[in-house]
Structure formats: structure tokens, C-alpha cells
């Protein structure tokens, strides 16, 4: 029986997975992992809508743990497409021999902590959703944070007569939406990705947004070669500076106060970073996430960019955001605002008149029925927590995740939560996760994770687990940070307001790369301080 047992058992194969498998098995570990799709890729094996793109530059987005591989992929542009990634993922995945210990096509549905007895010691059984089960010394969540996909509960949906798409179900086959009326329901990044390109294909688009986005050009083009030659003969002192950077990206943090210069050079650095950097806009000054006055300039310079990319001025008000600008994930565009100066593109404002319901003919809003032949749903995902939840994951005495976390996530580092001994999770709610650059954070994760096996195998230990002490300071200290900068203040995905019912608060750790990871080396330099070791 002992000897059926595997080291670990990973759920989930996107990049989390993929690296979890890879870096355990060269330390010697037995492990298997499972995962739903065919194939590798996670989130960009699910999310195949039209414009689907990384918001981070591929030449950082992608791993730094072998560089054989970071000098022989060739990304062609600045920010990859989905199919490219995906391409990258699948390569990773051969070249390191990986899929042998992929099952796919196979969901866990439940894991179930099993304590140490005479003849066993404390492992996981992981149940299938092929009826099987399986046995682990230890679990790790690689499950994803943006991978369960919200599909919102409108009254008469499945009414609907025409076809329906989730941006994170796309079919593989794509969508020709050529000749075709298209609602898309929502205005977060898949939303704003989307709409320009099926606005090209279709008849005629109209967008039902609830609460309008920022969102910043993205300035993609193709990479140059001789840029990327460069880049890859100074790789490792990139990685290295970005793991200095707050985000895990090598940028250097804006010195100064967005109050301490002119207006004309305010404007002038705003011009110059909402041309070139992305994202990283709002790093344009040192105070723009902490400070509201400083915030204020960053979101009146977007506001002015909306009215003059968007030629119909009540729509112009319509797609302007009314809170701080980085409260709420920005999005990173490409053509989004000139798409509605369309004539085929009409944007219903359904947060002064809400959907009443999905007809057979379409999407009704009080007494107007916007007929269509296709619903597209840009409605986001129960993040962080959502794929942790789907499974019944149980850990001592057959206390499950959900009534753990009734009151809210609390996992100690995002890494692990008392109750669970040995069941890791990567980018668990409390750390970095989707504030920063996943990839890095992820490869953070997967090491700490398997230096703390070795730990553990070295010294013929049994299990480990978070003590409830440090769990909670934890907390506290991530509702702290998040209340001192101006992320801390909205609903949004980041807290959950975005599922009804969803408890509340913060759950990506605010207080940036660095210190977190030095957080988490502290913590094992003091012997896994927080941590019951037995
Ligand atoms: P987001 O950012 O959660 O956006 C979802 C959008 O769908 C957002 O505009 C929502 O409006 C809207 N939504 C959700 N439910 C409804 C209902 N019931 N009715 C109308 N509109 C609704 O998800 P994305 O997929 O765009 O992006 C997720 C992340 O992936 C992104 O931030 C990047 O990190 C990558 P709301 O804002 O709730 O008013």
C-alpha cells in the first residue's frame, strides 16, 4: 500500500503545474499530475477569444529556470498572443519531457487529508473525475487564479436561441462572426481585448458594460531581432533586476511625487508612458497607487485620452471610469476606444438600467430587446479562490476549504492554511499572485515549495503545516498593506465583489515582490517559522 503512494500529486498543468512537475521530478520525487484540458497551458489553453494577449512583455512573462530555454524561444512580438504562449507552454512541456506525468482530460474533484497510522504516513487522497483515486504524500494546488470561469446568473440565459461563448471557454475551432448581430456582456480586459476584433468580423456589436475600465494602449508591434539578441545577452541581469522590482518586472520605481513637478512636465511624462510602457503606467510617479490627490492627475490624463479618442461625446462620459485609476485591474488595449466611433458598434450603459434578461431574440434592458444571432460573456472569473473551491478539498478531522475560508481566504505566505497539513497552493490568496509578474511569482513559489520538501525528506520528517498564529498575522499584515495603497478601496475581482456572495477582502498580497520574497526566505532561515514541522 505505502509503496502506491506517490511524493505528490500536482492539480492543474498551466504554468504553475508544468514547473512544479519539471522542478519536483529533478529533485527525485515521484509525481503526477492531473489536469482538465487536453493539454498544457492553464489559462492560455482556455482563453482563446479574439485579441487574447499577455498585459505582461513575453520577453518577461516566461521562465528563467533553465536558460537553454529562455536563449532558444524566439517570441515575435512584444506582447504574446495567446496561441503563442500556448506554443511556448507545449514546448516546455516536450523539451523537459514532461507529459508523461500529465494525465489530461481529467478534473480532481476531491482530496482528502489522511493523518499518519502504524502502517502509513500522513498523505492526501485525491479523488478523479474518472472515479478514480490516488494517494500523495503531499498536494499541491496549481489549479490557477483566473481559470473558473463566472458565467453571471441571468434570469432566462439559457432561453437564449442563438450561440453563447465565456471568453475562458472559447471553442478551439475559433468563431466566424462574419454577418452576425454579437452582444458581448462585459468591459474588463477580455472585454476591451475582444470587442476591436469582433467589431471587425461582425455585423454589428453592441457592448453591455457595467462599470467602465481604464485602459492604456498597449503599444504592441513585433520584436526585433537584434532587440531580442540583446535582450538574451543580458538575461540573467534582467531576471535579476526584475526580481528586484516591485511587480517581479525590471523597472526601476518612479522617484517622485506626481505632485512635485509641473503640469507641463506631468503631461509631458503621461504622454511618454501611456505611449510606451503598458501597464506600468501607473508607475509613472512614485504615489499614484498610494496617494489620491497624485492619483487624481494619472486618472484626469486618461479621462482627457478617452474624450479625444472617442468622437461621440455621451459616449465618451459612458466609457469614463469615475474611480482611481489602478483601483481595479487596468486593462491594456489595442484600438478599444477609437472601436466606438464604429458605425456597427453600439455600447448600452446597463449600470443606469440593468439587463432585465436573455430572450430567445436577445438581451433585454427594460422594454428594448437587443436582438442578436450571438452572446459573447467577457464576465471575468471567480478568481484566486474559485478553482481552490471547486474541489472538496479536506484537511484534518474532515474540515473542508469552504468552511475554512466562510469568513474570507486566509492562507499563511498564500502558500499554505492550517487545517491542511501538507497541501501547498501556488499564488494563493495572501501572495503576489496577480499584482505582479505570475510567471516569476509562480517559479518563486514552485521553489520554495520544493525546497521545503527536501526539507522535509532530509530529515525523514512527516508533514507540515501553517500554524494559525502566523495565518493570521498574516492576514492582518496583507489588510494593512492593501489599506495603504488605493487598491485597497474598490470592489473588484481582487476582492471578490465581483461573485455574489463571495466573501470580502483583499486577496492578492499588496506589498510587492521583494518583500514578500524575502518574507518567505526569513521564514526558513528561522527553521519554517509559522510552521508546525512533524
Ligand atoms: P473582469 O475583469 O472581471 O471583467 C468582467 C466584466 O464583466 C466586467 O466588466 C463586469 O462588470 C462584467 N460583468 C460581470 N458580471 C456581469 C453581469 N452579471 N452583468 C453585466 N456585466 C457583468 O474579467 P476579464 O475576463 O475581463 O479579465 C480578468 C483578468 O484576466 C484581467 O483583469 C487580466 O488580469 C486578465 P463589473 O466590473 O462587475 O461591473
Not at 519531457?97 to 485525491?126: G, Y
Not at 453563447?164 to 475551432?173: D, E, F, L, M, R
Not at 486618472?299 to 459616449?315: C, M, P, Q, T, Y
Request: hydrophobic residues 35%.
Amino acid at each position: 500500500m505505502r509503496d502506491s503512494t506517490l511524493d505528490l500529486i500536482v492539480v492543474g498543468a498551466g504554468f504553475a503545474g508544468v514547473y512544479a512537475v519539471h522542478k519536483f521530478r529533478r529533485l527525485g520525487f515521484s509525481v503526477q499530475a492531473f489536469e482538465a484540458g487536453d493539454d498544457v497551458g492553464g489559462t492560455w489553453y482556455w482563453n482563446r477569444y479574439p485579441g487574447c494577449r499577455c498585459d505582461i512583455e513575453s520577453i518577461y512573462y516566461s521562465y528563467q529556470f533553465d536558460d537553454d530555454l529562455q536563449q532558444e524561444w524566439e517570441w515575435s512580438e512584444r506582447y504574446a498572443s495567446q496561441p503563442e504562449i500556448l506554443s511556448y507552454i507545449r514546448h516546455v512541456a516536450d523539451r523537459f519531457d514532461l507529459r508523461r506525468h500529465i494525465q489530461f482530460n481529467t478534473r480532481v474533484t476531491a482530496a482528502r487529508f489522511q493523518e499518519a497510522s502504524a502502517d502509513a504516513p500522513s498523505h492526501w487522497t485525491v479523488t478523479t473525475d474518472d472515479g478514480q483515486t490516488h494517494r500523495a504524500r503531499f498536494c499541491v494546488m496549481a489549479s490557477g487564479v483566473l481559470s473558473t470561469p463566472s458565467l453571471p446568473d441571468i434570469p432566462g440565459r439559457d432561453s437564449f436561441a442563438g450561440d453563447s461563448y465565456h471568453t475562458g471557454q472559447w471553442p478551439h475551432q475559433g468563431v466566424d462572426f462574419r454577418g452576425l448581430k454579437v452582444a458581448v456582456i462585459g468591459t474588463g480586459s477580455s472585454g476591451i481585448q475582444s470587442i476591436p476584433l469582433i467589431a471587425e468580423q461582425a455585423e454589428h456589436v453592441t457592448v453591455f458594460q457595467r462599470t467602465p475600465n481604464y485602459a492604456v494602449p498597449a503599444g504592441n508591434r513585433p520584436l526585433d531581432p537584434h532587440e531580442l539578441r540583446e535582450v538574451k545577452s543580458r538575461y540573467g541581469e534582467i531576471r535579476a533586476a526584475s526580481k528586484r522590482g516591485f511587480t517581479a518586472l525590471p523597472f526601476k520605481p518612479a522617484g517622485r511625487s506626481a505632485l512635485a513637478v509641473s503640469d507641463a512636465e506631468r503631461e509631458e511624462v503621461y504622454e511618454r508612458w501611456w505611449r510606451n510602457y503598458g501597464l506600468a503606467f501607473q508607475g509613472a510617479f512614485a504615489d499614484l497607487l498610494f496617494s489620491e490627490d497624485a492619483n487624481r492627475t494619472a486618472s484626469d490624463f486618461v479621462r482627457g485620452k478617452i474624450r479625444e479618442l472617442v468622437d461621440d461625446e455621451e459616449v465618451a462620459g459612458l466609457l469614463t471610469p469615475d474611480f482611481p485609476l489602478g483601483c481595479r485591474r487596468m486593462c491594456v488595449d489595442t484600438d478599444y476606444y477609437p472601436t466606438y466611433n464604429r458605425d456597427n458598434v453600439t455600447l448600452v450603459d446597463i449600470r443606469r438600467e440593468p439587463i432585465d434578461g436573455i430572450v430567445p431574440e436577445g438581451v433585454r434592458v427594460g422594454e428594448t430587446v437587443h436582438a442578436v444571432d450571438a452572446i459573447v460573456f467577457a464576465t471575468g472569473y471567480d478568481a484566486i479562490t474559485g478553482a481552490l473551491l471547486a474541489v472538496d478539498l479536506r484537511g484534518r478531522d474532515g474540515l473542508s476549504l469552504e468552511e475554512k475560508w466562510a469568513e474570507g481566504p486566509r492562507a499563511y505566505l498564500g502558500l499554505a492554511t492550517q487545517g491542511f497539513p501538507n497541501l501547498f497552493m501556488v499564488n494563493g490568496p495572501g501572495s503576489p499572485s496577480v499584482l505582479i509578474n505570475m510567471v516569476t511569482g509562480i517559479e518563486q513559489h514552485v521553489d520554495w515549495i520544493a525546497d521545503c520538501l527536501v526539507h522535509i525528506r532530509d530529515r525523514g520528517l512527516d508533514a507540515i503545516e501553517a500554524k494559525a498564529g502566523e495565518e493570521h498575522d498574516w492576514a492582518a499584515h496583507n489588510d494593512e498593506v492593501a489599506q495603504q495603497s488605493i487598491r485597497g478601496n474598490c470592489a473588484s475581482w481582487y476582492t471578490g465583489a465581483n461573485i455574489p456572495g463571495k466573501p470580502g477582502g483583499f486577496m492578492p498580497y499588496v506589498g510587492g515582490f521583494p518583500a514578500y520574497a524575502e518574507h518567505c526566505e526569513r521564514v526558513v532561515e528561522k527553521g519554517y517559522r509559522g510552521f508546525d514541522l512533524t
